[in-house]
């Protein structure tokens, strides 16, 4: 698979994933829990609709109008004065979230709370929704049941249920937080809830237009309407209504058209209309849309509307106005302690650290609002929110595939951060939900993780190639090293720290004319094999073979001792595998010099046109070639640099002085490798630090002195090339001194 289908297979996978975790509860979860958190907070608190307020029951409220906290214990006589004040004040409706649902202690205050309530026409009352479990015999002998659960509202005091203009439940889902309500309760038989009866009641004085538009729209359905809003009974308008709508999906889109083409509207009215149609059409469950902390919504205590005369309210600067207000009448703590008293609180994205909750009333409060304002919290719609998922996933994959990985980094949480703050603006400015943890936190890490772990396959299997490849020039760990460090593209030019060995056999010339050439090929084969092992054996690798000649590097991108320790060991086997070689019955010799030297070099692919060679570059190359030279002239086999004995102290071997090579401006200081101490033989110790005095002779120009310690070396080893070298220049020098400065430098004039 190449690599840009395995970047795209990466994106969709990454999409795919984001698109089931979306679709499952898992999923939900998450940005439920976390996702709405985060975005609730980052937009802070915003203003409630003024034309809400709660009324409170609390415990200052209590204390000043001598009575126990608990609401169920207030006297229903003290509500009904209640209503009659917020009437007086022109509130539009009243809600109580509390329980009417048995007769209390003074029955005269049950009449009373009922007449008020009958005469403000405007007051809603909230109930209990219970469950009922029955089993309900299938058969003529009773032996199989089913079991029936039924969902509904607990009755209310009849006398007080019938005052009240609507009456309905507001059931909270039993989650660990409040993020949603129910606008109908489906598992109650559809069964509108608080905010739903609210709004339709508040929508009355519009009811009118809403016949009127909704004849334009489909005159069928217009006329199972009642014409006038005096002949309304809430709760079949509400029930009748949902079924048109559920009916034609496409009615709520229809009206509004006509809703925007409609100028005798103006746009309060405009407002309440859309909020209708909005309530009908959408689904069953909404998500709430909190405007703050605990009291957000303009908040009164009780005791402040039941005696407006009283020093404290009058005082106040700006009394509140409850004029065409929807009041929420109910139980709603100012602090912690009060609230354990009476536990009607709720968990939600805004609960303060101090454990203060959100109470049931002002959630109740809340979701009328959203409603009104047509700013419930929105989660996109599905198909886009998929969509989204599975576009981030295969950009994600897509911004991997063509940046390297930090760039990649760089881009991806770009990408990112631009998609988070596009779900701030829209959740801040049109209360639009957008998901947030799936792509921030599964997506993304799954992209890293994801592109990384296909990078570094890739590199792995690329660097696999290579070292195969490679590994016929270059030694394994050079390779490791520069694949390692700088990735598997570095080869093409890297620059390392390298002991270079040249190597070259005396009599090839006249065997090549000699012989015929699978012989010879035959013989250099053997002989090659001979040279190979050594240096393969010693971490090296031979780098070029021409001829009978041969260059082998070890190379690292560090400086390192041991790099030159083993092409030293490598030396010294190759040099008696050659004598074994050599002592070959029914073979040529091919007697072999050899020069070894350490520096800087670079490897590379070097050529043109559609021929490239991967070689070391540099003049160590050219160095080690004319180090090798130089045996020519000692009659030595084995000669090295300073560069490489440098700090070797497990090595035999002889200095033989600085040598200007041909071609060179700078000496380099020449030592003959001699064998490794611990193998070395008392003459070959006696050898080295014999001449070891000679060549201090020589080079203090104390001629008789050197020349006698040459003559001794060579009555003990007569073809000792290096001896016979420097007794001839030091016996030139004392027949006839020169007359230039002195310099022991040895000049080499020819390769």
Known sequence: MTRWLKHLFLGIVIGLTGVIVNLSPAGTWMEEKFGLYWLFHLRGAITAPDNVVVVAIDQSSASRLNLPTPPYLWPRELHARLIEQLTQAGASIIVFDLIFDSPSAIAAYDKKLAFSMKTADNVVLVERLVYEDSALATDANEQNYNRIVKEGPKPLLPLIADAAKAHAPFPLPKMERVNNYWVFKTD????????????????????????????????????????KQEALDIEDLIFTLRDLFHNSSSLAHRLKIELNRDANLNSIQRNILYALLNLYSGNDTRYLNFYGPPRSINTIPYHQVLHPDEDEFAKQSSPVNLKNKVVFVGFSAAT???????????????????????????????????????????????????????????????????????????????????????AYYFFKEISIWLPLINPVFLQLPMALFGAISLKYYEEKHESQQLKKAFGYFLPDRVVNDIVRNSGAMALNNQLVYGACLATDAEAYTTLAEKMEPQQL????????????????????????????????????????????KDACLACLDIAADIERFNHTANQPKLPTRMGLHFGEMLLGNIGALHHFEYRAVGDIVNTTSRIQGVNKYLGTRLLVSGQVISGLDEFLIRPLGDFLLTGKSTPVNLFELVAHKQSASQLQLWLCETFSSVLKAYQNQQWTEACDGLYKILDKIPEDGPSKFFLNICKKKQSAPSVDAWNSTIRIETK
């Not at 009866?197 to 009811?207: D, G, N, R, T």
């Not at 009607?344 to 009328?368: C, K, M, Q, R, W």
């Not at 053997?526 to 971490?539: E, I, R, S, T, W």
Request: zero cysteines; hydrophobic letters at 50%.
């Open 336 to 422: 912690q302690p009060e609230q354990d008293i009476v536990r009607d609180d709720y968990h939600t994205v805004f609960s303060n650290p101090d454990g203060l909750y959100i109470s049931g009333v002002e959630i109740a409060a809340t979701a009328f609002a959203n409603l009104l304002e047509n700013k419930p919290i929105r989660p996109f719609p599905l198909i886009g929110s998929l969509g989204i998922l599975l576009v981030l996933g295969l950009g994600l994959g897509i911004i991997f595939m063509l940046l390297p990985n930090r760039s990649a980094i760089v881009a991806s949480f770009v990408l990112i951060s631009f998609y988070a703050g596009s």
């Open 188 to 227: 109650g038989g559809d069964i509108p809830t608080i905010p739903t009866v609210v709004l339709q009641i508040f929508a009355l004085p519009v009811y009118e237009n809403l016949v009127r538009l909704l004849h334009r729209v489909d005159p069928a359905y217009a006329a199972r309407l009642p014409i």
């Open 521 to 564: 090929g035959q013989l250099m084969n053997n002989y090659y094999a001979v040279l190979f092992d050594p240096v393969k054996q010693h971490n090296g690798t031979v780098s070029d073979v021409v001829g009978d000649a041969m260059l082998a590097i070890w190379a690292k991108t560090s400086a390192s001792s041991d790099l030159r």
